[in-house]
């Protein structure tokens, strides 16, 4: 075996900061990361995991339990009930022992419910992303995405290794442009439905029809539409009329509306058999954990049972956004832009510090400049709460000079 030294050329031509490797000499090999851990704090843009108390009282407007299922009792008691009759773990990958009778029902009634001839679970959201995408499409292949996909869109289409083109958001028509224009026999269109940092929907309808037109097929994330938009929360592929249509692939989560944890993804049955033989993260992956799958499957009962859950979601968003002064949503989310990323972190600190846990999101999230607080809004709020909010949020902008 030989060995190639490389000189600072080579390492200019390859990305790489000559600094850092000299910084090493001194510091170890991870010396760099004080470095880099000043330049992220003096941006604004460091992180901490906020730390919840199961005995702390707040209103929580920054997960995205959207329905209000990850306490309901019920749904906490189908979780007990999984987990004392198939253990804490599904203890191997799902084509091992990975998959329990309780997997296969689950993915059964995920199926009847969105209008998909079938649905196959992974153990998150993310997982069913990039194992969907790196199946469907490869090197030689072309992937059209847009700039408000997810970061696990993002991945998915960097792992599988195919041509790339991203357009502007809800640019359907450059997207039509791509396709025509591409040299691939292959082609995969993917998009979010809604949107998770504003809420705001995507063309689905239109993306399809391109889609189609083309020859290539569609995939879209419905993550923060599933219990939100369409017919009884079946979210938006539903509400245009599209369950189970030719060349469309829906993935959603169950850690959302569901309250629960889990990915999906669900198209023909001839996807789902292609998804077990192929995708890496559902191959190599320890199943989804059973208390998970008890609970979304009870939560799923539950919004089968209430189908006006979404409604009264979407009000409470409107009835928050109205009286914070921000855009009216088209889903759950309620984004308010700030700007600058240490005001957002510092109204987001005074929200909590008065019992509200609101999200903020900073870059990379958002684009330099829209630093901002996103609300998410829950079904089971009821309206003294939702002014109480208001109230709170629009108190903490002004602490910060943000009002």
């Not at 600094?19 to 992220?40: H, K, M, N, S």
């Not at 997960?63 to 987990?83: I, K, M």
């Not at 559902?282 to 009962?301: K, Q």
């Amino acid at each position: 075996m030989t060995t190639t030294e490389l000189t600072d050329t080579d390492i200019a031509t390859r990305g790489a900061d000559p600094a850092i490797g000299a910084g090493a000499t001194e510091q170890g090999a991870l010396g760099w990361l004080a470095d880099e851990a000043d330049r992220v704090r003096t941006a604004g843009l460091h992180r901490d995991p906020i730390v919840r108390r199961a005995d702390t009282p707040v209103v929580d407007l920054a997960s995205n339990d959207y329905l209000g299922l990850c306490t309901h009792p019920e749904v906490v008691a189908g979780g007990q009930a999984a987990l004392a009759q198939w253990g804490a773990g599904a203890t191997a990958s799902r084509l091992v022992v990975g998959t329990t009778e309780a997997h296969i029902e689950l993915e059964n009634d995920l199926a009847d419910f969105l209008g998909f001839d079938s649905a196959l679970a992974f153990s998150s959201g993310y997982l069913a992303n990039v194992g969907a995408i790196t199946a469907l499409v490869g090197r030689g292949d072309l992937i059209v995405s847009d700039t408000g996909t997810h970061a696990s869109l993002i991945d998915g289409c960097r792992l599988s290794r195919a041509r790339v083109v991203v357009v502007d958001r809800g640019d359907h028509q450059a997207v039509h442009d791509a396709l025509r224009a591409r040299t691939e026999q292959r082609a995969l269109v993917v998009t979010d439905s809604v949107y998770s940092i504003d809420g705001e929907p995507a063309p689905v309808a239109d993306l399809y029809a391109v889609a189609r037109d083309c020859g290539a097929a569609l995939l879209v994330d419905e993550a923060h539409a599933l219990g939100v938009r369409g017919p009884g929360g079946r979210g938006l592929i539903a509400e245009h009329g599209l369950s189970g249509a030719p060349d469309l692939i829906m993935t959603t989560v169950l850690s959302k509306s569901l309250g629960a944890q889990g990915g999906v993804v669900l198209g023909p049955e001839l996807l789902r058999s292609h998804l077990v033989d192929r995708a890496r993260t559902f191959i190599f992956d320890t199943g989804l954990n059973p208390a998970a799958v008890g609970s979304a499957h009870t939560a799923l009962r539950l919004l089968r049972a209430d189908p006006a859950m979404p409604d009264r979601l979407r009000e409470n968003a409107a009835r928050l956004a109205e009286a914070i002064g921000a855009p009216a949503p088209a889903a759950a989310v309620v984004s308010l832009i700030v700007g600058d990323p240490h005001a957002a972190v510092a109204a987001a600190a005074a929200c909590r510090e008065r019992g509200v846990l609101v999200g903020c999101f900073r870059p990379p999230s958002v684009p330099a400049g829209t630093s901002r607080l996103r609300l998410t809004v829950r079904a089971d709020l009821d309206d003294v709460t939702i002014d109480r909010v208001a109230r709170i949020v629009l108190d903490a902008l002004r602490t910060v000079g943000a009002r």
